[in-house]
Protein backbone atom coordinates (compact mmCIF):
# COMPACT_ATOMS: atom_id res chain seq x y z
CA UNK A 1 0.00 0.00 0.00
CA UNK A 2 1.66 3.52 -0.87
CA UNK A 3 -0.27 6.69 0.02
CA UNK A 4 0.52 10.08 -1.20
CA UNK A 5 -0.85 13.50 1.02
CA UNK A 6 -1.04 16.68 -0.41
CA UNK A 7 -2.75 20.08 0.17
CA UNK A 8 -4.87 21.96 -2.52
CA UNK A 9 -8.31 23.61 -2.90
CA UNK A 10 -8.94 24.80 0.62
CA UNK A 11 -8.34 20.90 1.95
CA UNK A 12 -6.27 17.99 2.59
CA UNK A 13 -5.98 15.30 -0.06
CA UNK A 14 -5.04 11.43 0.32
CA UNK A 15 -4.46 9.36 -2.52
CA UNK A 16 -3.91 5.44 -1.36
CA UNK A 17 -3.09 2.85 -4.58
CA UNK A 18 -3.26 -0.95 -3.18
CA UNK A 19 0.21 -1.58 -5.04
CA UNK A 20 3.69 -2.20 -4.20
CA UNK A 21 5.73 0.13 -6.07
CA UNK A 22 4.46 3.93 -7.40
CA UNK A 23 6.37 5.76 -9.38
CA UNK A 24 7.17 9.10 -7.90
CA UNK A 25 5.81 11.03 -11.59
CA UNK A 26 2.63 9.70 -10.62
CA UNK A 27 2.48 11.48 -7.47
CA UNK A 28 3.83 14.77 -9.13
CA UNK A 29 1.42 14.03 -11.53
CA UNK A 30 -1.39 13.90 -9.30
CA UNK A 31 -0.33 16.81 -7.05
CA UNK A 32 0.48 19.58 -9.94
CA UNK A 33 -2.87 18.85 -12.18
CA UNK A 34 -4.73 19.33 -8.77
CA UNK A 35 -3.18 22.57 -8.17
CA UNK A 36 -3.78 23.77 -11.90
CA UNK A 37 -7.12 22.83 -11.96
CA UNK A 38 -7.98 24.47 -7.78
CA UNK A 39 -5.85 27.76 -10.05
CA UNK A 40 -8.31 27.97 -12.88
CA UNK A 41 -11.88 27.19 -11.50
CA UNK A 42 -11.28 28.75 -7.63
CA UNK A 43 -13.12 32.05 -7.12
CA UNK A 44 -10.55 32.74 -4.34
CA UNK A 45 -7.84 33.29 -6.74
CA UNK A 46 -7.70 36.34 -9.33
CA UNK A 47 -6.75 35.10 -12.58
CA UNK A 48 -9.01 31.87 -12.50
CA UNK A 49 -11.00 31.51 -15.26
CA UNK A 50 -14.02 31.89 -13.19
CA UNK A 51 -12.94 35.01 -12.03
CA UNK A 52 -12.86 36.74 -14.85
CA UNK A 53 -16.19 36.69 -14.86
CA UNK A 54 -16.25 38.99 -11.65
CA UNK A 55 -16.69 42.32 -13.80
CA UNK A 56 -17.91 41.00 -17.18
CA UNK A 57 -20.15 42.89 -18.69
CA UNK A 58 -23.44 41.05 -19.84
CA UNK A 59 -23.00 39.41 -23.32
CA UNK A 60 -22.00 35.49 -24.31
CA UNK A 61 -18.63 34.68 -23.65
CA UNK A 62 -16.39 31.13 -24.61
CA UNK A 63 -14.93 29.10 -22.08
CA UNK A 64 -12.98 26.15 -21.89
CA UNK A 65 -14.41 22.33 -21.98
CA UNK A 66 -13.42 21.78 -18.82
CA UNK A 67 -15.37 24.50 -17.24
CA UNK A 68 -18.04 23.98 -19.97
CA UNK A 69 -18.32 20.80 -18.79
CA UNK A 70 -18.48 21.76 -14.99
CA UNK A 71 -21.00 24.60 -15.73
CA UNK A 72 -23.42 22.14 -17.69
CA UNK A 73 -23.39 20.04 -14.66
CA UNK A 74 -24.21 22.75 -12.56
CA UNK A 75 -26.97 23.37 -15.01
CA UNK A 76 -28.66 19.64 -14.23
CA UNK A 77 -28.50 20.10 -10.94
CA UNK A 78 -29.82 23.64 -11.04
CA UNK A 79 -32.87 22.10 -13.27
CA UNK A 80 -33.77 19.44 -10.93
CA UNK A 81 -33.30 21.57 -7.29
CA UNK A 82 -35.63 24.13 -8.55
CA UNK A 83 -32.98 26.60 -8.47
CA UNK A 84 -31.89 26.02 -4.89
CA UNK A 85 -28.48 24.79 -6.49
CA UNK A 86 -26.99 27.34 -8.28
CA UNK A 87 -23.14 28.12 -8.91
CA UNK A 88 -24.19 32.21 -9.52
CA UNK A 89 -23.90 32.43 -5.50
CA UNK A 90 -20.40 33.27 -4.96
CA UNK A 91 -21.38 36.92 -4.50
CA UNK A 92 -23.80 35.92 -1.61
CA UNK A 93 -20.82 33.82 -0.04
CA UNK A 94 -18.27 37.04 -0.17
CA UNK A 95 -21.32 39.34 1.18
CA UNK A 96 -21.37 36.94 4.06
CA UNK A 97 -17.57 36.78 4.63
CA UNK A 98 -16.19 33.82 2.83
CA UNK A 99 -14.42 36.16 0.69
CA UNK A 100 -11.03 35.60 -1.50
CA UNK A 101 -9.66 36.86 2.02
CA UNK A 102 -10.68 34.66 4.14
CA UNK A 103 -11.95 37.72 6.15
CA UNK A 104 -15.10 35.41 7.38
CA UNK A 105 -16.45 38.79 8.66
CA UNK A 106 -20.29 40.03 6.86
CA UNK A 107 -20.05 43.30 4.44
CA UNK A 108 -21.88 46.23 5.50
CA UNK A 109 -23.51 46.63 2.12
CA UNK A 110 -27.60 48.03 2.02
CA UNK A 111 -28.00 46.55 -1.73
CA UNK A 112 -29.64 43.48 -1.40
CA UNK A 113 -28.16 40.54 -3.46
CA UNK A 114 -29.55 39.55 -6.51
CA UNK A 115 -28.82 36.24 -8.20
CA UNK A 116 -27.03 36.41 -11.92
CA UNK A 117 -28.68 34.77 -14.55
CA UNK A 118 -26.85 32.69 -16.32
CA UNK A 119 -26.93 29.66 -19.12
CA UNK A 120 -24.80 27.71 -20.97
CA UNK A 121 -24.73 25.90 -24.13
CA UNK A 122 -21.72 23.67 -25.06
CA UNK A 123 -18.91 26.29 -24.83
CA UNK A 124 -20.72 29.55 -24.55
CA UNK A 125 -22.07 30.97 -21.53
CA UNK A 126 -24.38 33.71 -21.70
CA UNK A 127 -24.43 36.01 -18.55
CA UNK A 128 -26.66 39.25 -17.91
CA UNK A 129 -23.83 40.66 -16.07
CA UNK A 130 -21.05 40.64 -13.40
CA UNK A 131 -20.94 36.96 -11.62
CA UNK A 132 -19.13 35.12 -9.44
CA UNK A 133 -19.33 31.38 -9.87
CA UNK A 134 -18.64 28.79 -6.69
CA UNK A 135 -18.01 25.84 -8.44
CA UNK A 136 -17.72 23.75 -4.41
CA UNK A 137 -20.72 22.55 -4.62
CA UNK A 138 -20.09 19.74 -7.50
CA UNK A 139 -16.55 20.62 -8.46
CA UNK A 140 -14.51 18.76 -5.76
CA UNK A 141 -16.62 15.51 -6.75
CA UNK A 142 -15.67 16.11 -10.29
CA UNK A 143 -11.93 16.34 -10.01
CA UNK A 144 -11.74 13.40 -7.91
CA UNK A 145 -12.82 11.22 -10.67
CA UNK A 146 -10.34 12.86 -12.93
CA UNK A 147 -8.00 12.08 -9.95
CA UNK A 148 -9.20 8.39 -10.69
CA UNK A 149 -9.23 8.43 -14.47
CA UNK A 150 -5.42 9.71 -13.95
CA UNK A 151 -4.80 6.35 -12.26
CA UNK A 152 -6.56 4.11 -14.24
CA UNK A 153 -4.74 5.59 -17.25
CA UNK A 154 -1.29 5.04 -15.26
CA UNK A 155 -2.58 1.37 -14.83
CA UNK A 156 -3.66 1.07 -11.06
CA UNK A 157 -6.89 -0.69 -10.58
CA UNK A 158 -7.02 -0.85 -6.69
CA UNK A 159 -6.73 2.73 -4.65
CA UNK A 160 -9.47 5.33 -3.34
CA UNK A 161 -8.78 9.08 -3.56
CA UNK A 162 -9.91 11.14 -1.04
CA UNK A 163 -10.29 15.02 -1.31
CA UNK A 164 -11.48 16.40 2.15
CA UNK A 165 -13.74 13.34 3.13
CA UNK A 166 -15.38 12.89 -0.49
CA UNK A 167 -13.73 9.92 -1.89
CA UNK A 168 -13.64 7.44 -5.08
CA UNK A 169 -12.80 4.20 -4.47
CA UNK A 170 -12.12 1.38 -6.73
CA UNK A 171 -11.29 -2.06 -5.00
CA UNK A 172 -8.40 -3.47 -2.59
CA UNK A 173 -5.88 -5.38 -4.84
CA UNK A 174 -7.70 -8.45 -2.62
CA UNK A 175 -11.07 -7.90 -4.57
CA UNK A 176 -11.96 -6.55 -1.15
CA UNK A 177 -14.00 -2.86 -0.22
CA UNK A 178 -12.34 -0.06 1.13
CA UNK A 179 -14.18 0.25 4.55
CA UNK A 180 -14.44 3.94 5.58
CA UNK A 181 -15.85 5.34 9.15
CA UNK A 182 -18.45 8.12 8.65
CA UNK A 183 -17.72 11.12 10.90
CA UNK A 184 -20.27 11.95 13.79
CA UNK A 185 -22.01 14.85 12.69
CA UNK A 186 -19.73 18.04 14.07
CA UNK A 187 -16.92 15.58 16.36
CA UNK A 188 -13.76 14.72 13.96
CA UNK A 189 -12.83 11.70 16.77
CA UNK A 190 -16.32 9.78 17.08
CA UNK A 191 -17.75 7.70 14.32
CA UNK A 192 -21.19 7.56 13.21
CA UNK A 193 -20.87 4.40 10.68
CA UNK A 194 -18.87 2.80 8.18
CA UNK A 195 -19.63 2.06 4.78
CA UNK A 196 -17.66 -0.22 2.33
CA UNK A 197 -16.89 1.36 -0.95
CA UNK A 198 -16.09 -0.83 -3.95
CA UNK A 199 -16.26 1.28 -7.36
CA UNK A 200 -18.50 4.17 -5.60
CA UNK A 201 -18.20 7.58 -5.02
CA UNK A 202 -19.13 8.93 -1.39
CA UNK A 203 -19.52 12.69 -0.55
CA UNK A 204 -20.46 14.10 2.96
CA UNK A 205 -21.69 17.61 4.08
CA UNK A 206 -22.40 19.64 7.13
CA UNK A 207 -23.02 22.96 8.42
CA UNK A 208 -19.98 22.08 10.54
CA UNK A 209 -17.57 22.99 8.70
CA UNK A 210 -16.46 25.97 6.81
CA UNK A 211 -18.44 27.86 9.24
CA UNK A 212 -18.56 31.10 11.02
CA UNK A 213 -20.57 33.39 13.14
CA UNK A 214 -24.20 32.21 12.20
CA UNK A 215 -23.26 31.85 8.34
CA UNK A 216 -21.74 28.53 6.81
CA UNK A 217 -21.59 27.34 3.12
CA UNK A 218 -24.82 25.94 2.83
CA UNK A 219 -26.66 28.83 1.28
CA UNK A 220 -30.64 28.79 0.55
CA UNK A 221 -30.77 30.95 -2.67
CA UNK A 222 -34.05 32.22 -2.00
CA UNK A 223 -34.07 33.32 1.09
CA UNK A 224 -30.50 34.13 1.33
CA UNK A 225 -29.50 32.70 4.16
CA UNK A 226 -27.37 29.53 5.68
CA UNK A 227 -29.26 26.35 5.24
CA UNK A 228 -31.20 25.92 9.02
CA UNK A 229 -33.04 22.39 8.27
CA UNK A 230 -30.52 19.42 7.64
CA UNK A 231 -27.52 19.28 9.97
CA UNK A 232 -25.52 16.70 8.08
CA UNK A 233 -25.58 14.08 4.75
CA UNK A 234 -23.97 11.89 3.27
CA UNK A 235 -24.36 10.15 -0.48
CA UNK A 236 -22.88 6.80 -2.17
CA UNK A 237 -23.20 7.07 -5.90
CA UNK A 238 -21.08 5.52 -8.38
CA UNK A 239 -18.93 8.12 -8.92
CA UNK A 240 -17.83 10.61 -6.35
CA UNK A 241 -19.03 13.59 -8.99
CA UNK A 242 -22.74 11.85 -8.39
CA UNK A 243 -22.16 11.43 -4.44
CA UNK A 244 -21.46 15.01 -4.50
CA UNK A 245 -24.81 16.42 -6.11
CA UNK A 246 -26.99 13.95 -4.17
CA UNK A 247 -25.51 15.92 -0.38
CA UNK A 248 -26.59 18.92 -2.73
CA UNK A 249 -30.01 17.92 -3.41
CA UNK A 250 -30.06 16.68 0.61
CA UNK A 251 -28.60 19.50 1.77
CA UNK A 252 -30.75 22.44 0.25
CA UNK A 253 -34.16 20.45 -1.20
CA UNK A 254 -37.27 19.02 0.75
CA UNK A 255 -37.02 15.55 1.22
CA UNK A 256 -39.83 15.09 -1.32
CA UNK A 257 -37.72 14.78 -3.55
CA UNK A 258 -34.89 12.79 -2.25
CA UNK A 259 -35.89 9.68 -3.77
CA UNK A 260 -36.04 11.28 -7.18
CA UNK A 261 -32.66 12.43 -7.08
CA UNK A 262 -31.33 9.02 -5.79
CA UNK A 263 -32.94 7.40 -8.57
CA UNK A 264 -31.01 9.71 -10.99
CA UNK A 265 -28.21 9.73 -9.57
CA UNK A 266 -27.95 5.73 -8.60
CA UNK A 267 -27.45 6.99 -5.20
CA UNK A 268 -27.99 5.99 -1.42
CA UNK A 269 -28.05 8.32 0.85
CA UNK A 270 -27.90 9.12 4.85
CA UNK A 271 -29.63 12.81 6.06
CA UNK A 272 -29.59 13.88 9.93
CA UNK A 273 -31.62 16.63 10.25
CA UNK A 274 -30.82 19.90 12.66
CA UNK A 275 -33.43 18.33 15.09
CA UNK A 276 -31.15 15.69 14.85
CA UNK A 277 -33.80 13.30 13.07
CA UNK A 278 -32.66 10.19 10.70
CA UNK A 279 -33.60 9.84 7.36
CA UNK A 280 -31.98 7.10 5.97
CA UNK A 281 -32.98 6.01 2.14
CA UNK A 282 -34.19 2.16 1.70
CA UNK A 283 -31.40 1.09 -0.37
CA UNK A 284 -28.43 1.77 2.30
CA UNK A 285 -25.95 -0.96 2.57
CA UNK A 286 -23.67 0.98 5.55
CA UNK A 287 -23.49 -0.23 9.05
CA UNK A 288 -24.74 2.74 11.35
CA UNK A 289 -23.78 2.41 15.21
Avoid at 34 to 39: G, I, P, V
Avoid at 89 to 101: F, H, M, N, S, V
Amino acid sequence: MQTYRFESMGTGWSIAIDHDQVPQSLWTQLHETSREFDHQFSRFIADSEVSQFRGATAGTYQVSPMLAELLTQADQLRSLTGGKFDPAIGRLLEKAGYDPTYSFKPQNETEPFSLPVWSIEGQTLTIDGPVVLDLGGTGKGFWIDQLAQQLRTAGFESFLVDGGGDMMATHKRDGSAWRVALEWPGEADRAIGVVELQNQGLAVSDVFKRRWGSWHHLVDVAHQQPVQRVAWAAAVAPSACLADCMTSVLTLCSAAIYTTAAQQFSAQYLVISSENQLNVSPNWTGELF
